[in-house]
């Protein structure tokens, strides 16, 4: 069974640009989470999407927003992007909403840099 | 979700059992101790996680004293490739699935 996968793994902008990053989940997956990592504040939880609706939000702007689609890929996107906003993106998937385990599956991450 | 602490960093030779404790004195009833660890630039990957009793798997052991206070990860025979961030995270099992809230970790270094 294939894993998470994020498109793409490494990406370049310059501020004020917008960028948009995908996940696929695990097949059968319904869950779609999203994670900001960056050397000072470490792992922060962005949003969490199950069945096409955001279930979760953390705490960030609005400039952060994602979406899932029926066949419960996502993708999030960062508008006006700003130099704090370079990061490691990683997305996350589960079976479903709420599980036995809370068991989550990582992908290897979007690095985006910010010029 | 209860807060955890963890120490930041700890060495362990290869070979030997590597014991991460993690302090979690205001866990809930209901909140369960996971283990995730992150080898670097690579996402986060479950480990274990526990209730009351103790666990083990084919990758760890999770022990939790009596109180529910504290925990320890135990690898039992630590490799090269077991250097990595170990997060301890309380949370509910059965709600907010996909929201995990991660501290500093430890930084295990397994040396030769």
């Known amino acids: 069974k294939a894993g998470v996968t994020q498109t793409p793994r490494y990406l370049i902008k310059t501020r004020g640009q917008q960028v948009t990053l995908s996940c696929s989940p695990i097949?059968?997956?319904?869950?779609v989470s999203w994670y900001q990592q960056t050397p000072g504040q470490g792992l922060q939880f962005l949003f969490e999407?199950?069945?096409?609706?955001?279930?979760n939000k953390g705490n960030f702007p609005g400039r952060f927003s994602g979406r899932q689609f029926s066949n419960s890929r996502s993708e999030m996107n960062v508008s006006t992007l700003e130099l704090g906003d370079s990061a490691l993106y990683l997305c996350?998937?589960?079976?479903?909403?709420?599980?036995?385990?809370?068991?989550?599956?990582f992908g290897e991450g979007s690095r985006l840099t910010v010029l | 979700d209860a807060k955890t602490t963890q120490p930041p960093s700890m060495d362990c030779a290869e070979g030997r059992a590597a014991n991460l404790p993690c302090n979690h004195s205001?866990?809930?009833?209901?909140?369960?101790v996971y283990w995730y660890r992150q080898i670097h630039s690579q996402g986060p990957q479950y480990i274990i996680h526990g209730l009351k009793n103790n666990e083990t798997n084919e990758m760890a052991s999770l022990i939790i004293t009596e109180d529910r206070k504290s925990s320890t990860l135990i690898l039992p025979h630590a490799t090269l490739r077991d250097t990595a961030v170990y997060y301890c995270i309380v949370r509910v099992s059965s709600s907010n699935t996909g929201k995990l809230i991660f501290g500093q970790g430890t930084t295990l270094q397994v040396k030769p």
């Open positions: 205001t866990i809930s009833g209901n909140e369960y």
């Open positions: 996350a998937s589960s079976p479903r909403l709420a599980t036995d385990t809370g068991e989550l599956f």
């Open positions: 097949s059968g997956h319904r869950s």
């Open positions: 999407y199950f069945s096409e609706t955001q279930r």
